[in-house]
């Protein structure tokens, strides 16, 4: 299976908020945990779907800074869900050439998580079909504090003036600085909302937002919103004419 859409027009970056695994649950009177288990297999067809599109990176949103305040036994659950994904999936992953990163505040995770993090990165750092990035712990006002916060040193450090800090040069300090620029946000679920994720980021990303549950988008799913995607005329802030022209 191939894409439809124009080659041309496949968004390089793609990021997915994966929201209404616990809607599906209930709609079938089970746990929400089993709704995340289903959601486990809606990334894996995605990532499947990603590859044979040719889409360079897929950018999930995993576990937000606000999601530890969810009851103890759901936030246990999804834990022990993402070690036995990272125990079951790098191999696979690995073998399809798929490069994972975590992003995050990742010193949450207890040492045991952060070392399989890390070594499940390593193992997979020379890949370059794919990159996955799994945000953790993460929130986009986080990362622009991080990144105030390293302009803020190198100041301290003399290294820089604070008026030599541009757009340019506190987007290098922002995470997956080093990918090609987001074009294209997906949130499943129904809300049309971006709960604090990639805010720096998502400044000309295209935003497509569906009703489908996530353990319901599949590779159908992805190809209709990378087709939607495609129509879209990306115009960074200059007129339609002036696009046309380039
Ligand atoms: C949001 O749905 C989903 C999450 C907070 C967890 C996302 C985790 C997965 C999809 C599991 C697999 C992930 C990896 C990377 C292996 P929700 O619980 O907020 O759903 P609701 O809005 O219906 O309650």
Redesign the pocket.
């Known amino acids: 299976m191939t894409s439809s859409a124009d080659p041309a027009r496949i968004p390089r970056h793609i990021a997915i908020?994966?929201?209404?695994?616990?809607?599906?649950?209930?709609l079938r009177h089970r746990p929400?945990t089993f709704?995340?288990?289903a959601?486990?297999k809606?990334?894996r067809d995605v990532v499947e779907g990603c590859l044979r599109q040719g889409v360079k990176v897929l950018t999930?949103?995993?576990?937000?800074s606000e999601?530890w305040q969810?009851p103890q036994e759901?936030v246990g659950a999804?834990m022990e869900?993402?070690l036995r994904?990272l125990d079951k999936?790098v191999d696979e992953l690995h073998s399809n050439e798929v490069r994972l990163r975590f992003v995050g505040d990742l010193s949450a995770f207890d040492n045991g998580m952060r070392q399989r993090m890390t070594a499940a990165m390593a193992r997979t750092a020379g890949n370059d079909a794919l990159h996955l990035n799994?945000a953790m712990n993460y929130g986009g006002r986080w990362d622009i504090v991080q990144a105030a916060r390293k302009a803020a040193e190198s100041v301290a450090r003399g290294e820089l003036r604070a008026e030599e800090i541009d757009e340019a040069l506190l987007g290098h300090w922002m995470s997956l600085a080093d990918l090609p620029p987001l074009d294209l946000f997906i949130r499943t679920?129904g809300?049309c909302r971006v709960s604090n994720f990639l805010l720096w980021q998502l400044a000309y990303a295209e935003l497509h937002f569906t009703d489908t549950?996530?353990?319901d988008f599949d590779q159908a799913c992805l190809r209709s919103a990378i087709e939607d995607y495609a129509r879209r005329e990306r115009r960074f802030g200059r007129t339609g004419e002036q696009v046309a022209q380039r």
């Open positions: 908020v994966m929201d209404g695994n616990g809607r599906w649950a209930k929400r709704g995340h288990n959601g486990r809606a990334v999930l949103f995993a576990f937000s999601n969810r759901e999804l869900l993402f994904a999936e799994v679920g809300e549950l996530w353990p």
